[in-house]
Each structure stands twice: as structure tokens, then as C-alpha cells.
């Protein structure tokens, strides 16, 4: 998408989310090479596609090791699954736990879709697992913080499935496959890397 065909920036406070810096452990399900690279001291690689819920990112499941082997495993089916753990430093991170970044986001989602609206480009939509209108605006945030000097090293939101099959009995609030996750947008908050085993301890599964 154009630079030109973009609305400005919504009048905002600055974005810096300091409060929210922190270390947490996270993992991150790929391949049985890839990983081996990671853990020698490889860079990962963003996810950039144009569906990505929290926009261009690291992706990674905060405390949930097993998450990260069910997508490697049951979501992406990799022929070689594997799955490292993490040290991340979330810096100037935009939790989407906070309501008041709830309502910073809507006043980003608004902008955007106005301005393309204006300039008659299509917007956006979000269908299934696939995020495109979701990406754009968290994409949107980011470039605003780089913009304004405070670039965001991390996203942090809680997925909930929508599926009603997936509440664990009728009525209940408790979702299966409830998880947190975090998308680092600045690479060097990912301060150590080790492989994890399908158990979720530290080591390679014979």
C-alpha cells in the first residue's frame, strides 16, 4: 500500500509504554533446522505477510510451550517440528490488556479506514485466521512510534478463540486453545534462545 494512499496519524499521546517493560519467557514453534540455527545465534526471522493479527513480528506464546508445539505440529504441520524457548525483554510494548491501548487502537482503526475510504482503496477485511485488516492497523501503529521516536519493540494480546465448539462446556467462558501472545518487532529483546522439548523442558527430544 502507497505511503501517499495512507491517512495521517490520529491525534495521539506519545506511544511509549514503558510501564509495560518487563522479561518473560516465550516460545516459538519452527523447524528442527531453523531452530538449531536460532540457538547457535541466528536471527529470526519476522512473519510479514499481509494477515498477521498483531502486524509484522516474532511471534511468540509467552509461558505456553505446548502452544507453540501444537502449532508447529497441528497448525503448520512441519514435517521436522521443532521449538525453541526465549528470554524477552518487551521494552516499549502495546498490551493489548490495557484498555486504554484498546482505545488507541480503534482511534488508529478509524484514521485508517477513513483515509482509504477517502482516497478509494479498499480496506482491509478480517476473514477466518486470515487478519489483513487487523495487520494494517497494528502495522500502522508501529510506523506512528518509529515516526514519532518511541518505536514499539513488542506486541502483547490474549487470542480467544471464536469458535463456540471450542468453550470447554456450554456457557462456560473458558475457551480451549486461550493463549497469550507476543509479536517482538525489535529483534534484539530476544535475549536468549535454547531448544525445548515436547514436555516443555530444556533439551531435544530424541
Known amino acids: 500500500m502507497p505511503d501517499e494512499l495512507l491517512p495521517s496519524d490520529p491525534v ?3 506511544l511509549s509504554f514503558l510501564q509495560y517493560d518487563r522479561t518473560v519467557i516465550a516460545y516459538h514453534g519452527t523447524t528442527r533446522e531453523l531452530a538449531n540455527r536460532l540457538v547457535n545465534g541466528d536471527v529470526f526471522e519476522a512473519s510479514d505477510t499481509e ?3 498483531l502486524g509484522t513480528g516474532i511471534y511468540f ?14 497448525t503448520r504441520k512441519y514435517p521436522n517440528p521443532a521449538v525453541v524457548g526465549a528470554v524477552l525483554r518487551l521494552g516499549n510494548c502495546f498490551d493489548m490488556c490495557d484498555p486504554g491501548n484498546i482505545v488507541l487502537l480503534h482511534a488508529f482503526r478509524d484514521d485508517l479506514v477513513a483515509g482509504l475510504k477517502d482516497a478509494g482503496q479498499p480496506i482491509p477485511k478480517n476473514y477466518r485466521r486470515f487478519m489483513k485488516l487487523d495487520c494494517a492497523v497494528f502495522n500502522r501503529v508501529y510506523n506512528a512510534s518509529t515516526d514519532g521516536g518511541h518505536p514499539i519493540d513488542s506486541f502483547r494480546a490474549v487470542y480467544v478463540p471464536t469458535d463456540k465448539q471450542k468453550r470447554i462446556w456450554k456457557g462456560s467462558w473458558i475457551y480451549a486453545e486461550t493463549h497469550v501472545q507476543i509479536s517482538i518487532r525489535n529483534a534484539s529483546k530476544i535475549l536468549a534462545v535454547w ?3 515436547k514436555d516443555g523442558r530444556y533439551g531435544i527430544d530424541p
Do not use: C, L, N, S
Open 61 to 74: 506464546w509467552e509461558h505456553a510451550p505446548k502452544q507453540a508445539w501444537h502449532w508447529a505440529t497441528q
Open 195 to 197: 531448544h525445548v522439548r
Open 51 to 53: 494477515d498477521e493479527w
Open 12 to 14: 495521539i499521546p506519545t
